[in-house]
C-alpha cells in the first residue's frame, strides 16, 4: 500500500452523489477519485490501483455488478462497498456474491454510515493484508525449514556413509598393513597392535595386546629418549631402534608415533606404526661397502683410504708423531694376467690381500687402489723422524718378504715381488701437506723402486717430486715432438783397437722448443712407460734404414748402424714384421743393420726371445746386448741367445782406474765374451787408461768420447768419407 493519503474511487452516474461523497470524505483526510460510469470506473481503478471502491449498482454502458466482478478477479483484497439505490434484497445478495463487502443505500441518510462503512472495510483489508503476509512468511519458514531439514538428512546420510566407508577403509588397512600399528600407554602397556606384526616377529597380535612393550626394547636410554621425545615434539618420525624377538633376534625397526593427551577419564596414549627396516639396513650397509670398499679383496678403497689417511695425518700432527704410507706394485703382475689369465690374476690380488692384511696392526689400514696397487697406512711409527723411517723399512722389508713367498693359486705356482714406495707424514717442510700429497709422495716413490730395478723399497725424497713433476710435463710434450719435428738422429761411431770406423749407434736427440736439449735418458723411461716409445722407436728405425740406405748409395761403408730397441718396442707382438717391412720399404741392406737390445728384456721371456731373435738373425741382423753388466743375467744364460756382441757398460769402464772390483769384472766379462764367441765393444771410453786397459785384455771394440761424441748425420758422413782412424785422443 502506497504511504500517501488513502485513496477511494467513487463510481457514480450521478455527479451530485460524487459531489457529496468527495466533499464528507475529505473532511476525513481521503484522497478522492471520481468516476461517472462503469467503463471509466475500471480504467481509473486499473491505472490509479485505489485503496477501496464505492460502486453504484445501476450505471449505463458496464453496469456495478461487472465492476463488482471485474475488480475482486484483478485485486481481491481491495474492499468494494456498493451504494445502491435499489432496496432490492436479491440485488444486495448478487452484489455480494460478485465481491461487494458491504452495502449500503442510497440516498445515504446519515454520512456517518458511510465514514464507518468505509473504516470498517479498510481495517478488513488490512487485517486481510497482514494475516496473508503472515501466512505467506509462515509458508515460506516451512519451506525453507523442510529444505534444511533434508539437506541435513542428506548430509547425515552422506556422514553415516562416510563414516563406514572409512571405517571399512581402515579395517582393510589394519589387516593388510604392511608396517605394525600400535597403541601403547606411557608405562608401556600395549593396548593395541595389528596382525601384520606376526610378519616381522614370531608373535601375534593377540598375546602381545596387554603385554608391556618395554620388553622387547631392552635400552633404557633408549626408551626415555623416546618417551622424551615424544613429550616434547608431541611425534616422532623415522626413530630408529632395535626390538628383540622371541628367539632375542634384533629387528632394526623404525617408528612414526604420535602422543595424544590424557583427555578426561583417559589416559595419553602412543599411537603409530612400525616398520621393520631390516632390508632397508642390509641395503644401506651393502651401497656403504660398494662406496667404500673393493670389489675383489673387500679392502677399504681408495675414497675410504683418503678419509683415514686425513684423520691419521690430523692425529699425528697432534700427537707430534709419524706415520707412514707403502705404496705398493706388483711387478709384472700384468704378465701373469696376460698368461694365465684374469681370474688367476684375481686369485691372486685376493691372497695378497690377505697376505697384506695378516701383516697388519689394528689401527692400520690396507687398502686397494686398483688393478695390483695396494696401500698400507701405518697409522704411529714413533716420534722421531729416524725412529719412524727404520721401523718403516723394517716393517717394509717384512711386508716385502711376506709377499715374496711362493703362491699357489688355483693350482699355478706363482711369485711375484712387490716394489715399494714409502712417504712418511706429516713433511717436516709442508705445513699444507694433505692426504692426496701423501698419496702422490708414496706413488713417486714408487716409481723409483720400479725405476731402480724393481723389488725394492725406497723413500720419497723431496727431489724425486721434482723429478716426477718433470717427468709429466715431459710426457705432455713428447707426445707431439715428433709431428712438430723436434726429434733428430745422432750417430756415435764404434771403432776396432785402430780407431778404425767399424760401425755406429743411433742416438735419439730431442731439441724441445723451450727446454732445450732434453736427454734421452730422460724421456725414453717416459715414452715406455706411457707407450709412446711404439711410434718413436718405429721412427727411429725407419730413419736409421733410411740413412743407411743413403750412405751405401754414397758409397760409404758403415759396417754395421746400431739401433736402440726399447723392451716394449721388442715385445709387441709384429715386431718382427715390422722390422721386415721398414728393411723392405727403405731399401737398406739387412745386413747392415744392428739392434741393442738388454738383458732385462732377454730373459723375461726366454722361449719368445729365442724365437724373436732367430728371426732376426735369419734376416741378417746383427744383434747385441746394451749396457751388459748391470742386469743380473749371467753370461752362461746368454750362451742360449743366437747373440753376436756384448756392450760393457760404461759404469764399469769409468771406474777401471779406481776400483779393482769393476777392473776384474771388465777383465772376466772379455775373456768369458771371447770363451763364448761373442764380440766386445766398451761403452763410454774416455782416457788414454781406459783405452789401454781394454786393449790390453784384447777388447776389440770401442765406443766413447775419447774417438767421437755422437754427432749429426752430416759430421758423421762427413767423418765417414775422410776414412781416417779416428784420434785417439
Ligand atoms: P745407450 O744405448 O747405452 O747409449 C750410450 C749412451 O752413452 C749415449 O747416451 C751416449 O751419448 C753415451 N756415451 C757415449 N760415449 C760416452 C762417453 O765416453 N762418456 C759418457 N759419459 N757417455 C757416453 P744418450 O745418447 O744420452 O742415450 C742414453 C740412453 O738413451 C741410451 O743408452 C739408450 O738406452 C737410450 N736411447 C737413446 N736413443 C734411443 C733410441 O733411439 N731408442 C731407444 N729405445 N733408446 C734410446
Ligand atoms: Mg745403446
Ligand atoms: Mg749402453
Known sequence: MSNGPIRILTIDDEESIRTSFRLYLEDFDYEVLEAKNGREGLALFTSEKPDLVLCDLRMPEVDGLEVLSRVRESSPDTPIIVVSGTGVISDAIEAVQCGAWNYLLKPIQNFSTLHHAVEQALERARLIRENRTYQTQLEEEVISRTQDLQETMEDLKNTNYQVKMSEERYRSIYENLQDVYFEILLDGEIREVSPSINRISDYTNKELIGDNVWQFYPRREDRERFIDDLKQ????????????????????????????????????????????????????AHIERLAYYDALTDLPNRRLLIDRLERDLARARRHKHYGAMLFLDLDRFKNINDSLGHHVGDALLEEVARRLTSDLRLEDT?????????????????????TAASQTQAKAEQVQKHLSQPYKVLGHDLHITPSIGVAIFPSDDDPNEDGNDILRHADTAMYRAKDDGRDLIRFFLPSMQAAADQRLSIEKDLRFALERNEMQLYFQPQVDGKGQIVGAETLLRWQHPEKGFISPADFIPVAEATGLILPIGLWVLEMSCWQ?????????????????????????????????????????????????????????????????????????IELSIDDFGTGYSSLAYLKRLPLD???????????????????????????????????????????????????????????????????????FTSMLASNKPLPLD
Open 548 to 620: 743407411i740406405k743413403k750412405w751405401s748409395d754414397a758409397g760409404l761403408s758403415i759396417g754395421h748402424l746400431a739401433v736402440n730397441v726399447s723392451p716394449r718396442q721388442f715385445r709387441q707382438p709384429g715386431f718382427i714384421s715390422q722390422i721386415h717391412q721398414v728393411v723392405a720399404k727403405t731399401g737398406a741392406d739387412a745386413q747392415q743393420l744392428g739392434l741393442e737390445l738388454t738383458e732385462g728384456m732377454v730373459i723375461d721371456n726366454i722361449n719368445d726371445t729365442i724365437e724373436k731373435m732367430q728371426g732376426l738373425k735369419s734376416m741378417g
Open 366 to 386: 690396507v687398502s686397494r687402489l686398483g688393478g695390483d696397487e695396494f696401500i698400507m697406512l701405518l697409522a704411529d711409527m714413533g716420534t722421531e723422524p729416524s
Open 645 to 715: 756382441i756384448i756392450k760393457i757398460d760404461q759404469s764399469f769402464v769409468r771406474d777401471i782406474q779406481t776400483d779393482a772390483g769393476d777392473a776384474a769384472i771388465v777383465e772376466t766379462i772379455i775373456a768369458m765374451a771371447h770363451h763364448l764367441g761373442l764380440r766386445v765393444i766398451a761403452e763410454g771410453v774416455e782416457t788414454d787408461f781406459e783405452f789401454d786397459f781394454l786393449n790390453q785384455r784384447n777388447c776389440r771394440g770401442y765406443q766413447g768420447y775419447y774417438f767421437s761424441r755422437p754427432i749429426p748425420e752430416a759430421a
Open 233 to 284: 615434539q608431541g611425534y616422532v618420525s623415522d626413530y630408529e631402534l632395535q626390538l628383540r624377538d622371541r628367539g632375542g633376534r634384533i629387528i632394526p625397526c623404525s617408528i612414526n608415533a604420535r602422543l595424544i593427551a590424557a583427555r578426561e577419564d583417559r589416559p595419553s596414549i602412543i599411537c603409530g606404526t612400525l616398520r621393520d627396516i631390516s632390508e632397508r639396513k642390509l641395503a644401506e
